[in-house]
């Protein structure tokens, strides 16, 4: 994006609050749940519990973005993925699967798809924390406001926030009288969403409240000739929420409120389109930073295009045609429960809150993860792939003043027991074996007469008389593994399971020192203890793979066999054992845990030298756990039978953030303004990224004295670029200015407008660990540059408009929100095929609504101008090898003559659009 460009958008959306006070009053609450305006104060003041209190925004010295339940509304929001365009430092998209949502604040954020790596940023509903903020990707039902808190928030909020969370307090029983609402919404894509909700007194002292949503819409991606019971289309909606609730509230000291909602969810979910199919070429070896693309076709679509692949986004990704291997499917069934009862009570001079929760959630996985229609790579929906958490947690607090109001004190413990169950029947699909063999053909040539892939090992008979001509005396034990590899057809995981239990443990303190009328110093800390237990099991019907190992890798570890001819060979063994996939897993019951403390907290100074007006400095630390990569991948190497000691592989530590900021608020009649300017460093930052084959996992740190010297970490080896352990150091950063500014001019114009310049990046000379681990040669890109799905601006713009309309009590709504995101890699690897070009979103919303808004009838858009970019880009599973960033760091000279890997992405969603009518009582 032109820096013209970024200069007008700047300029126009030059500085979000997306949450100005509205009329609309909300009912009692208890202090945790404040609404989002004070009763007792102007309309223009906004009330959080960011701090565990009720306090005016402009009073809390943090960086926190407020958004009520009328701005979600006219934006359209229905999950957390909705909040991008309002809140410009937090962006949240979803990959392979629904339940994999990641948010990332300020450009930081969880990478991957793999459930044992725990969110940076956690997801609060109601108090109740949230196992993985891809949950928070369901329906929310009626909402009263949404609190963004921006930095670590390690002191009240604890472990997994480590870069910040989303908290989402919906609306609570009326104690006075009975309301409520019907809406009817139907759109483009067949688009149906029905909701509702009816609240009121039951009693003098008991209030009640029931919500209830349910849609269903057409997918966004069509399948081309689906057939064997596929799905015709992709990427649909089809769910149920409901949410009930009690409020007991005998007295003004006891409140009691117990919440119950059981989401249910059956949805194809997620296709994706290629969106790089070229090979790319050196044209010159010798000569770095060049390359071509190949004015032939990709040897690995020939492969594929010789086995029925049809590549129908090829060329054109936003047609939105996927093709799916007959008989497979995206369509999982997804639950989601849970109770909670939270307890209020005022003893007059301390209050106590005790929050009890029990959740559940259950989610399958089923795909055709090949993501074309050659039946390469799958799991099938037999019951035998699924993510389940089973978790219970604990909060206590209490509160009070001292010394005259000096003080403002806050302490409590937390307790969490999680159940972690990952199952997994990832197998290789009927035509695996013939492609993989052709795959390997390709690298001794591209000429397609060497290849047949009806043949044993993909080879024609010249194909065959090849082959023993350049391997010599090891061509008879090559022959044997090539053909013994194109036999490797419908085997894999039956059924893998992966275990992992998890407790915790806190005890916080949160204190305000008030040391004059106008200046405070707040000082909190939490200590964590945190134990986890590992443990896998396996049922493995590839028999293939170990008799590859035992009679392939005594000769590639042969140092007399050419170095050509081992790579070849090892080539065999890691294709016929893909991620470890083998029957000798059967025998093994790896089983692993660990301990963990950290002590996390926060020290601000902040200055008020009048109501309107507050500066502040703060330091903060915050950490996420560390856990368990739940995937065989990361056992260790595929060329060797693996065993019960290599557990200890799957552990990764937990990551640290110390965050320093300094910010400023001003708030008048009618506006409100905030300007923060961040810095944080990451110590053992948690990178998940799958490189085409397996997952790996790294803890990404910096060193002070690379071995080898600069550069060690960018190069193509796996043994250079090591570090002394009192060398290691943080390996991330994040820097970066936020404004928010909220006007409104007249009572029926209300204006947020923000701006977020990140520059969230990887220091030079990274290692791959907090013990001096090399950095992975697969992610020589990232030392020096910006992390993914981290833009370095970000602009958003919203307003409102409603107009009365004469002397009817009729009101007109005019809604238009933006979001405007600069360039970014949208890939952990950072590979250039994967970079996303800055977009501009925009959603409108235009209305009649009647006096008191008792009934409303909208039309609007979402993606207004039909927007086309993508959320994730990655490497299509075992679909060639390297990135063009290979031949032009690398070249020819250093074995990357060329790259064939084929990229596919996940989507962002097309334009949609609708009507809605809505009656309240």
Known sequence: MSKAFWML????????????????????????????VDQGQSEDVVIVTA??????LQDVPIAVNVVNGEALQNSGATDIRALNQLAPSLLVSSTGSEANGSARIRGIGTVGDNPGLESSVAVFIDGVYRSRSGIGLNELGEIERVEVLRGPQGTLF??????????????????????????????????????????????????????????????????????GGTEPDVNDRNRLFTRAQLLFEPNDALSIRLIGDYTWREESCCGA????????????????????FSPTENRIVSVLRSLGARFSSQNDPYNRLI??????????????????MQVDYDFGNVNLTSITAYRGYKSGGAGDIDYNNVDILFRAADGNVFREFNTFTQELRFNGTAFDGMLDWLVGGYFAQEDLTVVDNTMFGSQYGAF?????????????????????????????????????????????GLDRLSTVNNVGDIRAEYLQESQNYAVFTHNIFNITDQLALTLGARYTWENKDFEGHFNNNNTICPVQQASLMPLAANPAVPASARAFIGGIVTLSCVGNSSSSLNALNPTDSFDDGELSGTAVLSFQPNPNTLVYASYSRGFKAGGYNLDRSDLGSALSPRSNADAANLRFAAEIND???????????????????????????????????????????????????????????????????????????????????SMRPHPDLAINLGYTLADTKYRSNLIGSSTGEPLDPFLFLLPGDNLSNAPMHVATASVSWTPP?????????????????????????????????GFLVVNGRIGLRGPDQRWSLEVWAQNLFDEEYTQVAFNTPVQGANSRAHVTNFGATQGFGNATQLFSAFLAEPRTYGITGRFRF
């Open 158 to 227: 604890g472990r997994n926030a480590s870069a910040g969370l989303i908290h989402i307090i919906s609306r609570r029983p009326n104690m006075s009288e009975v309301e409520g609402f019907a809406e009817l919404t139907y759109g483009n894509y067949d688009h149906m969403r029905v909701a509702g909700a009816i609240s009121g007194p039951l009693t003098e002292t008991i209030g009640a409240r029931l919500d209830a949503v349910y849609v269903r819409r057409d997918g966004f991606y069509t399948v081309v000739q689906p057939t």
């Open 51 to 56: 701090q565990g209190r009720q306090q005016a």
């Open 436 to 480: 993989a063999a052709c795959r390997l053909v390709t690298n001794i040539s591209p000429v397609a007469a060497l290849r047949n892939p009806a043949a044993p090992g993909c080879l024609s008979a010249a194909g065959r008389a090849t082959v023993t001509g350049a391997f010599g005396a090891v061509a008879p034990a090559v022959l044997a």
């Open 805 to 837: 309309i004469g002397n009817s009590g009729m009101s007109g709504l005019f809604y238009l929100d933006g979001r405007l995101t600069d360039d970014f890699n949208t890939g952990s690897d950072l590979f250039p095929e994967k970079e996303q070009n």
């Open 659 to 741: 965050a320093y900021e300094v910010g400023f608020k001003l708030s008048g009649r009618n506006f409100q303004f905030a300007a923060a300017a961040f810095h944080q460093r990451f110590r053992d930052f948690q990178l998940n990224t799958f490189n085409g084959t397996v997952f790996i996992v790294q803890n990404i740190n910096g060193c002070n004295d690379l071995i080898g010297g600069n550069g060690a970490d960018s190069d193509p080896s796996a043994t250079t670029g090591g570090c002394a352990v009192d060398d290691v150091t943080y390996g991330v950063t994040s820097t970066g200015i936020e404004l928010e500014f």
């Open 273 to 292: 389109v290629f969106i790089e199919t070229r090979e790319t070429l050196d044209p010159t070896p010798g000569v770095p930073g060049d390359f071509a």
């Open 9 to 36: 958008s700047v300029g126009a959306f030059a500085l979000s609050t997306p949450a100005y006070a509205q009329d609309e009053q909300p009912t009692t609450e208890s202090p945790v749940e404040a609404g989002a």
């Open 323 to 340: 093709d799916v291997s007959p008989g497979r499917t995206y369509l999982n069934e997804t639950t989601d429960y849970g109770v909670s």
